[in-house]
């Protein structure tokens, strides 16, 4: 498994609420087009609802295609093991109340070679985050202005 382990790329995650449940399915096409391209493997993909009264619930990828229009069954079975009930809790506490919420955990495919070029060179991550976009635009912004 360590040698497995070895090749892997970086893993992420992301939280995205859907506020009212309003749940359009645009990304979702996108998503399977980074899937179909090895930008990233998808490995867990579930989704919660926050009740008005605080409540969650895990939903299964059926309950999100009763009106027909959104074809999702590619994402049937996207479980690892990695998500569990804790997870979906600690989750929804971002959430408000009335929403729903996407959870993703993926790796990052395109960077893998380079991942194990550096764990193989005794290499270690030791920081990583994200920038939020508001603040690269504004950063971006604040630096024209200057000049």
Do not use: C
């Not at 939280?15 to 990304?27: A, C, I, K, L």
């Amino acid at each position: 498994m360590s040698d497995e382990l070895e090749e892997v790329g970086p893993i992420d995650y992301l939280v995205v609420e859907f506020p009212g449940n309003r749940m359009t399915g645009e990304g979702f096409p996108l998503l399977v087009d980074l899937v179909d391209r090895g930008l990233i493997r998808i490995l867990d993909l579930m989704f919660v609802r926050k009740e008005d009264d605080g409540s969650v619930t895990g939903m299964e990828i059926a309950d999100l295609t009763g009106d027909g229009n959104r074809d999702l069954a590619v994402f049937e079975g996207a479980s690892s093991g990695l998500l569990g009930q804790d997870d979906l809790e600690e989750a929804a506490t971002a959430l408000k109340p009335g929403s729903s919420a996407g959870i993703l955990i993926y790796e990052n495919l395109w960077a893998a070679p380079f991942a194990t070029a550096l764990r193989r060179a005794g290499a270690r991550l030791v920081a990583s985050d994200r920038i939020p976009v508001a603040a690269v635009i504004g950063a971006l912004d604040a630096a024209e202005a200057a000049h």
